[in-house]
DNA sequence: TTAATTATATACTAATCGATCCATAAATCA
DNA sequence: TGATTTATGGATCGATTAGTATATAATTAA
C-alpha cells in the first residue's frame, strides 16, 4: 500500500544525517535553518516545515539518529559479555576512536551541540543534557555490576567512581575538538584505567 | 591630567565583567547585542560601540578579564612552592570549586563558550582554544618539571600523562555544567590523582 | 475522470542580528 | 568665552533569523 500525495523529492533519512552532521559540527543555535536546508539538499523552506515541525523538533531527531549511530560507542557500558573493567576500557577507546576520527565532526555531539545557549533556549539544552544522563547511568550500573559480582570491594563510592570516569569521558571531547590524536588519547586512556585496580585493592 | 570630553556614564571595567558573565553562561554567538548591553547598564548601540569597537573585541576582553581572575585557579600548575603532584591536585579542587560555586555561571568560560560555532566564526573558537593551549602547557611544564626533578621516573611520557590530567580537568566543566556537586567531583579528585603514584612507581 | 492527498516553488512575514549615522550633551583646554 | 574632545540618545542600516501563506504540481484512490 503505497502512501498517497505527491513523493518527496529528498530522502528524508539522508537529510536528518546530512543536519546531524552540521548541528554535530556547529552546535543548535549557531546552525541557521539556510545552512540546515542546504545540506539537506536544497530543499525549500515549506519542504522543510512539511517534513520536519521546526528546528527544534529536527535537532531532537538528529539527537536520536546520534545516539543510535556513532554515539553507539557507549553501548559496551551494558554488555555483560564484558567485565566491568573491560566494558569501560571499550567504551573509552571506541569513544576516542569516535571522536576522533576526520570522517565527520570532532568530539561529540551531545556533550558540545548544546552546552551552552541563550536563556530562552534552555529546554534545547535539557534535550542533550538528558542523554548524558542517560549515559551516566549505565556507566553507574556498570560500576554497580562491578561491586556485585565482587570485582570491586563493596566499600566502593560507587557515585564517586562513576564520576571519575564521566568526568574523563566528557573531557575527550575537547580533546579531540582540539586536535589531540588518538593515539595520545589513546595512551592517556591505557594510563587512567590503572585507577580500576586501585580501586580494586582498596578495600 | 584629567581626560577632556563628556564623561563616560557606565563603569567600562564592571561591563566588561557582566559581559564576561553573559558569554561565560550563554556562549559568544548565542549572547546578543542587546542582551550585552542590557547586563552591561542598559546603555545604547552608540555607547557600546564607542567602547568597545565590537561584540570580537569584547569577547576577547572578556576571556582576559575570566583569565584573569576566575581562570587564575589554574595558576598553581606554575607555583614552584608547590611539588609538581601538590600543582596539580590543588589546581583540579580549586577549579572544580570554583566551577561548581552558584555565585556564577558553572563550569569554565574558556571550555564552554566556544568549542562550536558556525563556520564563519572559527576565528572566534581559536581565541578560547588559544587559552586551552596555553593552560595545557603549563600543565606539561609542571609535569616535566616533576621528571627533572625525579620525582617522576625518566621514563615517563610527559605527553600523555599531560593528557591524562588536561581530559579530566576539562571533563570538569561539564560535570559542573550538569550540577555534579563539588563534594562529588572532589572526592573523583582524591581517587584520581591516584594515579601519580602509580606513574611514579612504574619506572 | 475526478477527488483526495501530499510536496513543491515562490514570495513573504515579523523579529532580530551586529553595526552605523548624526545631532547633541557634557566635559576640558586655551 | 569659545574651541576641542568624547559620550550620549535615538533613529536606522542591510542582512539574517525562524517560520508561514498560497497556489500549483504530482501522486493514489475511487
Known sequence: MAR????????????????????????????????????MGDI??????????????????????????????TKSFSDLA?????????????TAKMQTDSAHPSGCLIVLSATTCSSKNNHIR??????????????QDCIRRAVDTGELPASTDIHMLTTVFDTFMQGISTQARDGVPFETI????????????????SA
Chains 1, 2 share one sequence.
Open 82 to 94: 564484558l567485565s566491568p573493567k573491560e566494558a569501560i576500557e571499550t567504551t573509552l577507546r571506541s
Open 4 to 39: 498517497t500525495g505527491r513523493p518527496r523529492i529528498f530522502d528524508r533519512d539522508e537529510a536528518v544525517v546530512q543536519a546531524m552532521l552540521l548541528f554535530w559540527e556547529q552546535g543548535f543555535e549557531a546552525t541557521s535553518l539556510l545552512q540546515l536546508r542546504a545540506v
Open 126 to 139: 535539557d534535550i542533550a543534557a538528558e542523554k548524558r544522563k542517560l549515559t551516566r547511568n549505565r556507566l
Open 44 to 73: 525549500s523552506a515549506a519542504s522543510f516545515y512539511a517534513a520536519f515541525e521546526s528546528k527544534e523538533a529536527l535537532y531532537k531527531e538528529a539527537v536520536e539518529r546520534y545516539m543510535n549511530t556513532f554515539g553507539r560507542v
Open 186 to 201: 589513546d595512551q592517556a586512556i591505557t594510563k587512567f584505567m590503572e585507577i580500576w585496580n586501585l580501586v580494586r585493592h
